[in-house]
């Protein structure tokens, strides 16, 4: 080691290993990931890996990924829901990989409620 | 990228568990439901609650599962981490509220009052891996030192903070470096003192399993404060996790470049070698401790010269306990008013404290100084099983003393201890309930530096024994006031003349149950009883006629055929048989045995 920069870059790039391990705080984004039998039948764990990598790659440390049981919607799995800390909560169905990119980019990056894909629109996805 | 988290305790309380083999089951079943890319298994240090283990804790959702069986990595697995149900069975109950909800860890009673800085890494970090202590801020306190702070500097915040020796004594840690850093020599050494030896304290151990970098970067701070480039960790051998764990820190330490030479290009060089105790009590003294890492056998030497002035090797050196060094790369980075705000006016910062003998959550807790006995005991302990009353707390262990129920309100720190004629001692917490006999304590613990005394003085050699013997015919009822007399007389004559701290503590456990329970040994004396029931020469097991239906069931069990009697007629028990072994009255479904 000669140097703090060297230092600080192995900090930094371990952080993001560890940072997982915090108790949860009210102030992070849940991303919830239905991973019942349905849900990963219909492909809900491809969605979960990208939503954890891209919230990875992003190094998003207010985000915290999980996955929870059937909520009864099984014709719309794979359903994502994001809890924000304001008390909002927002239905993803029909998710996928893709989707889930987008999801990470328009909403927890930049905020913005990507609606073409949340259960209100239900009627007119394809 | 993982994402989560299987923290599992590799700390000894649940690795004697079996918690290897739950990591083991853990791994398959992960890798038989494909989740190998996305779930990771992490051996850390102890969590604390030592009476649940083994312990594991899930990330992110931060489920505390406690008593966990290798049995369970199954369900474990296709439960929590493939579908996200929480296995409800295997939490820790006090975090399953009404209404089905989990509670944070934090805000459970045997955490919430916990402040943890020397423990701030066990349980949370792989002690295994360098990056994992770097993520939380390792090895920056060191960086900040060597690029920011002259020696000068150092040594002042540390005096700032108020910090004190853990390790019993309770000497200020700034001066003992400021002393060091005073004399001029070609070679100074920095010590870690981790020969915990007390019965009942497993706190240093318990850093160094499950956060030893900490100690590593201590030490490196330490040597730069006073000049020295090489320091020893003197760590008993009965600690194979700890030794294991220093040993693979130090050589990542060292590959990083953290030990060395020229450490953050800035021409400091220190090194760090571990020396093995086999385990002697008296190597935990200071001189001792020196004399047997220079290859010598371990026994103390008087002082002065301290040994800031001719330490190891005859240069000068400071040694610390492994707890102290935890708290000083926090007091670095954070600042001493930060630690010095935590605590009372005289005792700065935590103490961590092992909670053993008669509560109910055994393990290791952390709290701020001030706190008070009733606190630790009632709200993080969990209290006294079977609803039995609380006696005493035996502090600092065979150097300690007993604190009875009137002072549970004390605040615990290092002066209010003495003043109530106990002492912080190492930290180790030991609870008593009125099933024990204080004066079997005190014998428990002078048997204890009995043997340990390691002979050079008179005092502590003949003394220990000789007071050894009188609590034992007091325990046998054969005493005399006299006698207690003559014990009296005697503690005070080792006390003030033994050689080491070891003599002189070791009358400690007689003069504090003298001093609070003084009834219980004119009782075993004058009216030849044992209050608590304790004492076997005292007693006597008898069986009820009225209540015993003749079943036979205590002769049979009774190891040395005391016990007679035919079928269905009142037994008796041959009192110059009875070992008083309690197997008969254990046995009994009619409550016809008792003993007094």
Wanted: net charge neutral; glycine share 10%.
């Amino acid at each position: 080691m000669k140097s703090l920069e060297e230092l600080r870059a192995i900090r930094d790039r371990a952080r993001t290993n560890v940072h997982l391990r915090k108790e949860n705080s009210p102030d992070n984004i849940r991303v919830v990931v239905g991973m019942a039998t349905c849900g990963i039948a219909a492909g809900a764990r491809p969605v979960l890996t990208t939503f954890t990598d891209e919230v990875a790659k992003r190094g998003l440390q207010n985000v915290m990924v999980t996955q929870t049981g059937c909520i009864g919607l099984c014709q719309y799995e794979p359903i994502v829901e994001v809890y924000e800390p304001d008390g909002r909560v927002t239905t993803y169905v029909k998710m996928n990989p893709e989707k889930a990119v987008q999801v990470v980019n328009d909403h927890l990056v930049n905020g913005k409620v990507v609606s073409e894909l949340t259960i209100g629109s239900i009627g007119t996805m394809k | 990228m993982y994402r989560s988290h299987v923290l599992v305790c590799g700390g000894t309380g649940c690795s004697s568990s079996n918690s290897q083999l739950i990591i083991d089951e853990m791994e398959k079943e992960i890798e038989a439901a494909g989740l190998t890319e996305e779930v990771k298994v992490v051996k850390t240090g102890c969590f604390g609650l030592c009476a649940l283990g083994p312990i594991m804790i899930i990330y992110p959702e931060g489920s505390f599962y406690s008593e966990v069986k290798p049995s369970d990595a199954h369900e474990i697995v296709q439960e929590h981490l493939l579908k996200g149900r929480i296995v409800k069975r295997l939490l820790y109950q006090e975090t399953v509220q009404e209404g089905n909800n989990v509670k944070s860890l934090n805000e459970t009673n045997f955490y919430a009052k916990q402040h943890r800085v020397a423990l701030r890494n066990c349980g949370v970090i792989n002690p295994e891996n360098i990056d994992e202590y770097i993520a939380v801020d390792g090895y920056a306190a060191l960086g900040k030192v060597l690029t920011e702070m002259t020696p000068q500097q150092v040594i002042d915040t540390v005096l700032a903070s108020g910090l004190r020796g853990r390790g019993g004594a309770g000497f200020p840690t700034g001066r003992k470096w400021s002393f060091a850093a005073v004399n001029e020599a070609d070679q100074k050494y920095v010590c870690c003192n981790a020969d915990e030896g007390d019965p009942g304290a497993f706190m240093d151990r318990s850093i160094l399993e499950g956060d030893p970098h900490v100690v590593l970067e201590a030490m490196a701070i330490a040597g730069y404060a006073i000049g020295a480039s090489q320091g020893y960790i003197y760590v008993r051998a009965e600690y194979p996790i700890a030794v294991h764990r220093l040993q693979i820190a130090i050589k990542q330490a060292r590959e990083y470049g953290l030990l060395g030479k020229d450490i953050f290009g800035t021409g400091f060089n220190f090194d760090i070698d571990l020396r093995l105790g086999a385990g002697a009590f008296v190597c935990g003294e200071e001189t001792a401790l020196m004399t047997s890492i220079e290859g010598h056998r371990g026994e103390p030497r008087p002082r002065p010269p301290f040994p800031a002035l001719k330490g190891l090797f005859q240069k000068p050196t400071i040694l610390n306990n492994v707890e102290t060094y935890a708290n000083v790369p926090q007091i670095i980075l954070k600042g001493a008013d930060w630690f010095a705000s935590m605590g009372t006016e005289k005792s700065k910062g935590t103490k961590v404290f092992a909670l053993g003998g008669k509560i109910n959550n055994t393990g290791l807790v952390e709290v701020p100084m001030g706190t008070t006995l009733r606190e630790i005991i009632e709200e993080i302990g969990g209290g006294i099983p079977n609803g039995k009353k609380f006696k005493a707390a035996q502090t600092g262990g065979p150097s300690g003393g007993c604190i009875p129920a009137e002072h549970l309100d004390v605040p615990i720190d290092y002066d209010n201890l003495i003043a109530i004629g106990s002492m912080m001692g190492s930290g180790g917490l030991i609870v008593m309930d009125e099933d024990t006999c204080m004066v079997d304590i005190a014998k428990f613990f002078l048997e204890f530096t009995v043997d340990e005394s390691c002979g050079k003085c008179t005092p502590c050699r003949v003394g220990t024994k000789r007071m050894y013997e009188i609590l034992d015919k007091i325990t046998r009822g054969q005493a005399t006031m006299e006698d207690l007399d003559k014990l009296e007389e005697l503690c005070y004559y080792v006390k003030n003349n033994a050689l080491c701290g070891l003599g002189q503590t070791a009358p400690n456990p007689i003069l504090s149950t003298l001093r609070y329970f003084r009834d219980e040994y004119i009782a075993h004396i004058k009216d030849k009883t044992c209050p608590a029931g304790v004492c076997k020469h005292l007693m006597k097991y008898t069986i009820d006629p009225d209540k015993c239906k003749g079943c036979t069931l205590c002769a049979r069990n009774c190891p040395v055929g005391a016990i007679s009697g035919t079928v269905k007629k009142p037994h008796v028990i041959d009192n110059s048989k009875c070992i008083k072994c309690g197997a008969c009255m254990e046995k009994c479904r009619f409550g016809a045995i008792s003993k007094k």
